[in-house]
């Protein structure tokens, strides 16, 4: 028993060495490179989009009030034949509220056939 012990002790220091022996420590400093991906949209079938738009307030009495917090949730589904290319969520209030920020928009490169993403624009009340 002690033999097989020893051997297998052997064994994973043999191993450890000679990982060792082969790994290589790289060290040094690069300026980091900014990469800008433009996707290639391209023409086919039309997209047919739905959107399903959920709100949830605080306690759930569909109105907002001080002090809540909130949630805008869209869900948009494609339904058509061809990819969505390039889309743009924004949300606009019909009202101007000074104190009511609105996200300035979320950018979706594709949404497939078949495919669905949820969106939740950034509301908030500024003086809470």
């Known amino acids: 028993m002690r033999k097989i012990v020893i051997l297998a002790f052997l064994l ?11 790994q290589k420590l790289v ?3 690069s300026k980091p490179v900014r990469i800008v991906l433009n ?9 047919n989009l739905y959107i399903d738009m ?3 307030d605080g306690n759930k009495n569909g109105i907002l009030e001080p002090n809540e917090v909130f949630v805008l949730k869209l869900t948009i589904t494609n339904k058509g034949k061809g990819p969505a290319q390039g889309l743009l969520v924004q949300v ?4 101007y509220d ?16 078949g495919q669905s993403t949820e969106v939740k624009p950034d509301l908030d009340r500024l003086n809470k």
């Open 27 to 29: 060290s040094g400093k």
């Open 54 to 56: 959920t709100y949830e």
């Open 92 to 95: 606009k209030d019909n009202i």
């Open 98 to 113: 000074p104190e009511f920020y609105i996200q300035d928009g979320q950018k979706i490169p594709f949404l497939y056939p």
């Open 12 to 22: 994973f220091a043999g191993l450890h060495a000679t990982l060792a022996q082969k």
């Open 39 to 47: 996707p290639e949209f391209k023409r086919g079938m039309p997209p």
